[in-house]
Protein backbone atom coordinates (compact mmCIF):
# COMPACT_ATOMS: atom_id res chain seq x y z
CA UNK A 1 0.00 0.00 0.00
CA UNK A 2 1.40 2.96 -0.79
CA UNK A 3 0.72 6.48 0.69
CA UNK A 4 -1.74 9.34 -1.07
CA UNK A 5 0.36 12.28 -2.13
CA UNK A 6 -1.19 14.92 -2.66
CA UNK A 7 -1.19 17.08 -6.07
CA UNK A 8 1.22 20.17 -5.22
CA UNK A 9 -0.98 22.93 -6.21
CA UNK A 10 -3.77 21.51 -3.83
CA UNK A 11 -4.29 23.04 -0.80
CA UNK A 12 -3.07 21.14 2.29
CA UNK A 13 -6.37 19.61 4.72
CA UNK A 14 -5.36 20.21 7.99
CA UNK A 15 -7.54 17.79 10.17
CA UNK A 16 -5.99 18.68 13.65
CA UNK A 17 -9.39 21.27 14.46
CA UNK A 18 -12.02 19.61 13.63
CA UNK A 19 -14.10 21.43 16.35
CA UNK A 20 -13.54 24.69 14.50
CA UNK A 21 -14.69 22.76 11.07
CA UNK A 22 -18.12 21.63 12.81
CA UNK A 23 -18.61 24.93 14.35
CA UNK A 24 -18.03 27.45 10.80
CA UNK A 25 -20.73 24.25 8.84
CA UNK A 26 -23.09 24.74 11.97
CA UNK A 27 -23.09 28.68 11.55
CA UNK A 28 -23.56 27.74 7.68
CA UNK A 29 -26.26 25.47 7.89
CA UNK A 30 -28.19 26.94 10.38
CA UNK A 31 -27.78 30.21 8.20
CA UNK A 32 -29.04 28.63 5.58
CA UNK A 33 -31.92 26.60 6.69
CA UNK A 34 -33.45 29.25 8.47
CA UNK A 35 -33.44 31.49 4.92
CA UNK A 36 -35.08 28.36 3.57
CA UNK A 37 -37.68 28.26 6.39
CA UNK A 38 -38.55 32.10 5.74
CA UNK A 39 -39.35 30.60 2.37
CA UNK A 40 -41.57 27.61 3.09
CA UNK A 41 -43.36 29.81 5.60
CA UNK A 42 -43.98 32.40 2.82
CA UNK A 43 -45.38 30.05 0.59
CA UNK A 44 -47.49 28.51 3.12
CA UNK A 45 -48.89 31.86 3.64
CA UNK A 46 -49.47 32.23 0.21
CA UNK A 47 -51.36 29.09 0.10
CA UNK A 48 -53.66 29.75 3.01
CA UNK A 49 -54.53 32.99 1.10
CA UNK A 50 -56.06 31.37 -1.57
CA UNK A 51 -57.65 28.45 0.07
CA UNK A 52 -59.10 30.77 2.22
CA UNK A 53 -60.38 32.89 -0.82
CA UNK A 54 -61.55 30.18 -2.68
CA UNK A 55 -63.33 28.39 0.40
CA UNK A 56 -65.08 31.49 1.22
CA UNK A 57 -66.03 32.45 -2.79
CA UNK A 58 -67.28 28.97 -3.82
CA UNK A 59 -69.25 28.75 -0.35
CA UNK A 60 -71.21 31.60 -1.29
CA UNK A 61 -71.78 30.70 -5.06
CA UNK A 62 -73.37 27.34 -4.01
CA UNK A 63 -74.76 29.07 -1.42
CA UNK A 64 -76.65 31.33 -4.26
CA UNK A 65 -75.65 34.25 -2.89
CA UNK A 66 -75.32 37.42 -4.65
CA UNK A 67 -72.28 37.39 -7.07
CA UNK A 68 -70.88 40.67 -6.15
CA UNK A 69 -71.40 40.45 -2.62
CA UNK A 70 -69.62 37.03 -2.90
CA UNK A 71 -66.57 38.44 -4.45
CA UNK A 72 -66.08 41.27 -2.58
CA UNK A 73 -66.43 38.81 0.79
CA UNK A 74 -64.28 36.58 -0.61
CA UNK A 75 -61.19 39.51 -1.94
CA UNK A 76 -61.84 41.07 2.13
CA UNK A 77 -60.93 37.05 3.58
CA UNK A 78 -58.59 36.89 1.26
CA UNK A 79 -56.87 40.47 2.22
CA UNK A 80 -57.08 39.69 5.82
CA UNK A 81 -55.23 36.22 5.81
CA UNK A 82 -52.29 37.69 3.75
CA UNK A 83 -51.87 40.55 5.84
CA UNK A 84 -52.40 38.31 9.25
CA UNK A 85 -50.07 35.98 8.20
CA UNK A 86 -47.35 38.71 6.39
CA UNK A 87 -47.41 40.58 10.06
CA UNK A 88 -46.76 36.57 11.86
CA UNK A 89 -43.93 35.59 9.26
CA UNK A 90 -41.84 39.22 9.76
CA UNK A 91 -42.75 39.25 13.52
CA UNK A 92 -41.02 35.18 13.99
CA UNK A 93 -38.00 36.65 11.89
CA UNK A 94 -37.79 39.41 14.09
CA UNK A 95 -37.88 37.60 17.43
CA UNK A 96 -35.55 34.81 15.57
CA UNK A 97 -32.70 37.72 14.92
CA UNK A 98 -33.43 38.84 18.18
CA UNK A 99 -32.88 35.70 19.69
CA UNK A 100 -30.04 35.39 17.39
CA UNK A 101 -28.51 38.76 18.59
CA UNK A 102 -29.32 37.68 22.79
CA UNK A 103 -27.31 34.27 21.83
CA UNK A 104 -24.46 35.82 20.61
CA UNK A 105 -24.15 38.85 23.33
CA UNK A 106 -24.28 35.58 25.87
CA UNK A 107 -21.79 33.39 24.35
CA UNK A 108 -19.10 36.26 24.45
Given amino acids: MSCYTPHPDQLPL ?11 VEQRLAERFEAESFQWRFRLVMIETVMMGLLVLVAGLLLKQPTMMVLR ?11 TGLLLLCLSAGTAKLMRRLRARRGK
Fill in 14 to 24: NCSDNEAIELI
Fill in 73 to 83: ASLLIAASCLA
